[in-house]
């Protein structure tokens, strides 16, 4: 047990050590991570953001149900636990013909050309709000069949419109991140073999005097491993910072019509997971692979 404790902090003794021996080509490595995880870390949080605009923009995108001009307020009221029941409702708004004639005074009579009005013009209506946008045809025939409903109005081409960008969003955002992702695992293993290779020399010298295949691999893992490590938390530093910094810099311009997601646990605890294990799998899997070839001497 002891023999084994006194291997494994030699281990790292040596990873570390040699880390600061050849520091140019440790520094090289990790700024290539940390540049990696930051493009792909900013291209991730776009695209949730990208996502969120859509699902405001499906939540605004709402059905009205219009009642039946012989029903009182009260029994038009009464309707909403029915309305609710449907599947893929989620929520409803009742609006009186009162209500429905202030908005529309508000929003387009601009001259008083409306001003004499009576709210027996309009009908009590609801404002209905979907689960899944994908499936607001089928809530609206829903609606249609209850007997109380007379029209219901619902803007399908916008729908759809929503739909079909909500997916070729999440596919562009998959296909980009995979080519990213390729890309920059090429360049940082190759960026580890050629720090493998400077010391080619020192491998080939400590087989020559016996030591084993595991005995020369394990500082280079623990050295990988702290590399990767080391780019991984700098690139979440870094990504936080300039999250933050667009975020205020968003908020300084007053674009009430869009606000930046928070990065909350739901979202940083994630990209935390991500960078570790990217930083992890390309520090001590590269140095893993490059090694390969020098052993076999």
């Not at 029941?85 to 009742?94: E, G, L, Q």
């Not at 399908?156 to 419109?161: E, F, R, S, V, W």
């Not at 930046?260 to 692979?289: D, E, K, M, Q, T």
Request: glycine share 6%; hydrophobic share 50%; net charge neutral.
């Amino acid at each position: 047990m002891r023999v084994s404790r006194n291997r494994t902090f030699y281990y790292i003794k040596e990873g570390i050590s040699s880390i600061f021996t050849h520091s140019l080509m440790s520094f090289a490595t990790i700024c290539i991570i940390v540049a990696f995880l930051v493009i792909m870390g900013s291209f991730i949080l776009l695209a949730i953001n990208i996502n969120s605009l859509i699902g405001e923009l499906e939540n605004d995108n709402i059905v009205l149900a219009y009642v039946h001009e012989n029903l009182s307020e009260s029994d038009a009221r009464n309707l909403q636990p029915k309305l609710i029941s449907i599947p893929n409702v989620a929520s409803v708004n009742f609006i009186s013909r009162e209500e429905a004639m202030e908005s529309f005074i508000g929003r387009y009579d601009e001259t008083d050309r409306y001003k004499d009005i009576d709210s027996t013009w309009f009908r009590h209506r609801y404002a209905v709000y979907v689960e899944d946008v994908a499936l607001i045809a089928e809530t609206q025939q829903a609606l249609r069949y209850i007997p109380e409903i007379a029209t219901v109005n619902a803007n399908l081409m916008i729908a759809k419109g929503l739909v079909t960008l909500r997916k070729v969003v999440s596919w562009v955002s998959i296909i980009i991140i995979a080519v990213l992702l390729a890309i920059s695992l090429f360049i940082m293993s190759n960026t580890i073999k050629l720090a493998t290779f400077e010391r080619r020399e020192e491998i080939a010298i400590m087989k020559m005097v016996g030591a084993t295949n595991a005995f020369i691999r394990w500082p280079f893992i623990f050295e990988g491993f702290i590399l990767g490590l080391i780019g991984a938390l700098t690139a979440y530093v870094a990504i936080l910072g300039l999250y933050g910094l667009v975020a205020n810099r968003v908020l300084e311009s007053q674009a009430g019509f869009f606000q930046l997601v928070p990065f909350s646990s739901n979202i940083s605890v994630p990209i935390f997971i991500l960078f570790a294990a990217i930083g992890f799998g390309v520090g001590v899997g590269g140095s893993g692979l490059a090694l390969n070839k020098y052993l076999n001497v």
